[in-house]
């Protein structure tokens, strides 16, 4: 009898634990099936997915330098200012390698194009687990940087194609999510696998880098000029929806309230035919482009200022050590994806009801509560005083993603989308760059480093913050005329105006 109580026990135990899996099986099966119908079926789920993915293994990688860096600076005897330059040549590198690759974007097969880098990725990340020294680890990052970039322009390219201009702004928000996971998981789950070896950090990302390899080159090309959506299998497109259509939603507004394109910039030829330099000189000649560039760069240069200095800022402001300053961020991180959903969803919403500058609005409301939301942050000494006001600051501030994304391929011929991109993330990627240079630079030279110096300059950088609704504001009267050249040239089966 005493033999079989603990056999009992452990009968009881492996019962339970079965019991525990079953149910987690059944929950796990239950949320993939709830999201796939909240994204419109498996089809659209699944290219949802893995392009939220590869923005995600990116930010990760970029995040896990960061969260590496006392290991990197201990195990190759570097300094914090090699750290930095790890971080700005990449993010250089990328910015110029954008270009290239917007090229191949609107020219040559996207999806084999895309999984193509990222086993060039997984190649990189062990080339960076391996390096001796840090000119060899330079060296990896610098072709890190460079075959990264190719995300960017591909991903535009291809949520032109594959879904309505109705949705764009909801489906930006999914995939930015993930981009802001993955960030997530870089600083946090490959910190605390670089805690026991950066190189691990490094390798861990290898993996799942050639696994999504596969998924990308399985999905399907789409039809350039927006004609290749994927329907939505639960809800029925708005009436007068441009799928299958040459125009977008907010093209066709346009056009039914009359508006005249601009004829300096209605295309001529074959948006193919141009070259990167002239393709760069005219999209920078769209006013509203430049706007929402200048307005998008403003955001991400105060995040990227963030992402470097937010622990140290926590840590001297609210008294908090190290993982609770870590764990803070990861809290606020909740705020900025919901902000990515609710920006898109918000802005697709005021299009379908006839507001065609909806997305804009969302962008201008969002811009504005920002510097509002984080002022107060920054002169409170209290964690808990302060958390309710971060999050909401990260929350208007990535809301502006999704619609800003969404109207810039409102404003742009089809055939242009991913050459447009790439000169969006080269001057973006600028801005990120110097983020943490003059971040650190106005800290300690302008108001005398330490805590103090730190929490001025983060009130200084509020006026970007600022800047970015002004130039929003600015862009809400060209938006309507540059949609109606844009339907100019989308109009045309070519994806081509005839000269003439």
Same mark, same amino acid.
């Given at each position: ?79 914090? &200012? ?12 990328? $910015? ?11 020219? #040559?097969?996207? &999806? ?21 020294? *840090? ?12 075959? &990264? ?52 950090? *490094? ?53 039914? +309230? ?26 920078? +000649?769209?006013?509203?482009?430049? *706007? ?20 140290? *800022? ?10 609770? $300053? ?18 898109? $969803? ?113 009130? #200084? ?23 109606? &050249? ?15």
């Amino acid at each position: 009898m005493q033999c079989s109580e603990p056999m009992a026990d452990e009968s009881r135990g492996q019962s339970i634990l079965a019991g525990l899996a079953s149910l987690a099986g059944a929950a796990a099966e239950a949320g993939a099936d709830r999201l796939t119908v909240a994204l419109g079926g498996r089809e659209r789920a699944r290219v949802i997915l893995v392009l939220a993915s590869v923005l995600g293994l990116s930010a990760a990688d970029v995040s896990t330098v960061g969260a590496s860096a006392t290991e990197l600076r201990h195990g190759l005897h570097i300094s914090n &200012t090699d750290i930095g330059l790890l971080v700005t040549t990449t993010s250089l590198v990328g $910015a110029v390698a954008t270009l290239p690759f917007g090229v191949l974007a609107d020219r #040559v097969r996207r &999806t084999s194009t895309l999984a193509i880098a990222i086993v060039l990725w997984a190649l990189a990340m062990i080339w960076s687990a391996t390096a001796s020294n *840090f000119h060899e680890l330079l060296l990896a990052r610098i072709f890190l940087g460079a075959v &990264t970039a190719a995300a960017g322009p591909i991903i535009a390219s291809l949520v032109g194609d594959y879904f309505g201009g109705w949705e764009r702004g909801r489906v930006y928000g999914y995939i930015l999510a993930g981009e802001l996971l993955g960030a997530g998981f870089g600083f946090a789950v490959s910190g605390d696998i670089a805690a026991a070896s950066w190189r691990a950090a *490094f390798v861990i990302l290898a993996i799942p880098a050639l696994v999504l390899s596969v998924f990308v080159a399985r999905l399907p090309e789409p039809r350039r000029g927006g004609r290749g959506v994927l329907p939505h299998e639960t809800e029925s497109p708005p009436q007068h929806a441009d799928e299958g259509a040459h125009e977008t939603d907010a093209q066709r507004l346009a056009r039914e +309230r009359g508006l005249e394109a601009d004829p300096d910039l209605v295309l001529q030829g074959d948006p193919r035919r141009m070259n990167i330099v002239e393709a760069t000189r005219y999209v920078l +000649r769209i006013r509203t482009n430049i *706007f929402l560039i200048a307005a998008s760069a403003c955001g991400y240069y105060f995040l990227a200022g963030v992402q470097t200095f937010g622990v140290e *800022f926590a840590k001297d402001q609210y008294g908090v050590d190290t993982a609770l $300053a870590n764990l803070l961020l990861i809290v606020i991180g909740v705020g900025a994806v919901g902000g990515v959903l609710a920006g898109g $969803a918000l802005g697709d919403r005021l299009l379908r009801r006839g507001r065609l500058s909806g997305r804009i609005y969302v962008a201008i409301g969002a811009a504005v509560l920002t510097p509002v939301l984080f002022g107060p942050a920054l002169f409170t000494h209290s964690a808990g005083g302060a958390l309710p006001y971060l999050i909401g600051g990260v929350f208007v501030l990535s809301a502006q993603n999704p619609p800003l994304d969404a109207a810039r391929l409102d404003i742009m011929p089809p055939l242009l989308w991913g050459r447009a991109e790439s000169v969006r993330t080269l001057l973006r990627s600028v801005a990120q760059a110097l983020a943490p240079l003059l971040f650190g630079a106005v800290s300690d030279h302008v108001f005398g480093g330490g805590r103090g110096g730190l929490q001025w300059t983060f009130v #200084v950088m509020l006026v970007p913050l600022a800047a970015s609704a002004y130039l929003l504001f600015r862009a809400r009267t060209s938006y309507p005329r540059d949609v109606a &050249t844009a339907a100019g040239a989308s109009r045309w089966p070519s994806g081509a105006r005839p000269a003439g």
